[in-house]
């Protein structure tokens, strides 16, 4: 896995969809309790984490326990959107079908750190020299938005929030938005995808992935993760316990490729 710092950009090789919201535990992170609209929903025990039980119509379904995340209870819809085009009809839609998607990867309902400035993932299913544009909104109200012309490989990457300029409010709910912009004069055609994230006070001290998906901390358990992995990048447990976290919240294919990893270093 590698990774760099471009600009206000952080791209580390991995990998992930739209906003979306994810329920299970397998491991380590527990989800909290959110009342804003969720982009998808998910249920179930999976590892470490525990996904919450939801009060609006999801617009997809898991279960089961499996180890390390336990998500929270959230009361409206899902903030996770994406892997889409902003048109969506017509010849330029048929046209980008062949283009790369982008994926944030967040659970389905907003996610929670407890970092000031925590490390944002998505990602992007093939090599592109697509412009790359990030935008971070609160209230609706936009306090970044950067972009970049350079090649992306495909995989999973990360944006440092702290590169940003970002410092989260506790308490408060952001969104951020990842897109790839074939033309730039027409904004309709951008492939997209969306993700929210809430910075709560921590409960206590959490050392590692599993203290975080007990307590439903997304962004800080999956950073922790992916730091090991970057470090010891065929640690089978390691990439079992990511694919399993990714497959929790509904992104299964970005959870092969940690498995496809596993596969091939067996």
């Known amino acids: 896995m590698g990774g760099g ?28 309790n959110t009342g804003a609209p969720r982009t998808r929903v998910g249920g179930g025990v999976r590892g470490g984490l525990m996904l919450p039980k939801v009060g609006a119509p999801k617009s997809r379904v898991g279960g089961g326990v499996r180890g390390g995340l336990q998500l929270p209870n959230v009361g409206a819809p899902k903030n996770r959107v994406g892997g889409g085009v902003r048109g969506g009809e017509g010849e330029d839609a048929n046209h980008l079908m062949s283009m790369p998607v982008v994926h944030v990867l967040t659970p389905e309902s907003i996610g929670y750190t407890v970092s000031e400035s925590p490390m944002l993932y998505y990602y992007v299913t093939d090599d592109t020299t697509l412009e790359f544009e990030v935008t971070v909104n609160r209230d609706e109200n936009t306090l970044v938005q950067m972009r970049r012309s350079e090649k992306i490989k495909a995989g999973i990457h990360a944006i440092s929030m702290e590169s940003l300029g970002i410092k989260l409010e506790e308490g408060a709910d952001y969104e951020w938005n990842v ?52 470090a010891d990048p065929t640690n089978a447990k390691l990439l ?8 929790q919240v509904g992104l299964p294919e970005v959870a092969e490729l940690d498995y496809a990893q596993i596969k091939t270093k067996g």
Do not use: C
């Open 240 to 247: 079992k316990e990511r694919g399993d976290l990714f497959k």
């Open 179 to 230: 897109a790839l912009i074939p033309n730039p004069l027409q904004g309709s055609l951008d492939i997209t995808s969306t993700g929210g994230i809430r910075r709560i006070a921590a409960k206590g001290q959490m050392k590692d992935f599993n203290d975080y998906g007990k307590n439903g901390i997304w962004y800080d358990m999956l950073h922790d993760l992916t730091t090991r992995l970057e």
């Open 5 to 32: 710092v471009r600009g206000g950009l952080m791209l580390p090789n991995t990998g992930a969809p739209k906003t979306r919201i994810g329920g299970g535990v397998r491991g380590g992170l527990m989800l909290p």
